[in-house]
């Protein structure tokens, strides 16, 4: 499938009467560190991090920067601190289907369809599928038109009663680990768009006669997998979820690509048949 913009971009603001310190407070206290820690990771003192807290002191840009960089803050919210501080914004949000980023986005092509035919796709902060091989094509076959509209969701697709979710042989299981990993991207990002989907998905009843099954055979798998019906047969994935390091764009910080690898002989040789 050819890659798309998930969406314009948008123009960080900083959050309504909150300076950089109050920011700078919370995300310490998520992340358990003490002024003290803090102020030795980042070269400074205890007594310069709390009058940065209280609006005491003004931290210059480089020190903002520094504190959300040991403080492990998203490359989004670091604009946000930057804003707060009264700097400009450090890092731009460039949409995917702007010429700058041709080669991104031609890399990813070539990373998801040369994984094929095991399914990968490129999803967005919000789970938003960007980008997705034949493998995945092959699983959402049955799918309804409005689910695979335009920028369709991949929480969506796999959680709607009329999605994948019927077909999952251990939804109980499979559904618990995508809520828990969206409660841990809740956690990290100030995400109003991300806990909306979260509430959306977690109230999806349950498909008629869903539950969880095991399989026929005993199996040693080796994580969590995804169990799910297709062509009148069992296919067993584990996924596995990659991220850029280092990213100096808030478009590319925030796209994954996650891929499915078969978890059992059968699914490997099923798959490997359909391109033989």
């Known amino acids: 499938m050819t890659i798309v913009a998930s969406g314009p971009a948008a123009t960080p603001t900083a959050p309504d009467g ?11 206290e998520r992340r358990r560190v003490s002024q003290l820690e803090l102020a030795l990771r980042a070269d400074s003192s205890a007594r310069h991090i709390s009058f940065v807290e209280t609006g005491r002191s003004r ?5 903002v920067l520094r504190l959300a960089e040991h403080l492990d803050v998203p490359v989004r919210e670091r604009n946000a601190l930057l804003l707060a501080a009264g700097y400009a914004p450090r890092y731009p ?4 289907d702007d010429p700058a980023l041709e080669s991104l986005r ?14 990968a796709l490129v999803v967005d902060a919000t789970y938003t599928v960007v980008a997705a091989n034949r493998g995945i094509a092959m699983l959402l076959e049955g799918v309804p038109p409005s689910l695979l509209a335009p920028a369709p969701n991949a929480m969506r697709l796999t959680l709607h009663p009329e999605g994948l979710a019927p077909r999952i042989r251990n939804l109980r299981e499979w559904r618990g680990h995508l809520l828990e990993q969206m409660e841990r991207q809740i956690a990290l990002h100030r995400s109003a768009a991300l806990r909306e989907l979260y509430e959306e998905v977690a109230g999806y009843p349950a498909p008629a006669g869903a539950g969880d099954s095991g399989p026929a055979e005993p199996v040693a798998y080796f994580a969590l997998p995804l169990r799910i019906e297709h062509a009148g047969r069992v296919l067993s994935f584990v996924s596995s979820i990659s991220t850029f390091n280092t990213p100096m764009d808030v478009t590319v910080a925030e796209l994954a690509i996650e891929t499915f690898l078969p978890a059992d002989p059968a699914t490997a040789k099923y798959l490997n048949s359909l391109v033989s």
């Open 18 to 28: 909150k300076g950089v310190g109050p920011l700078l407070r919370a995300w310490r």
């Open 59 to 63: 931290p210059s840009e480089e020190m």
């Open 93 to 96: 949000e460039t949409p995917l």
């Open 106 to 119: 031609e890399g990813m092509e070539r990373l998801i369809q040369g994984y094929e035919p095991y399914p």
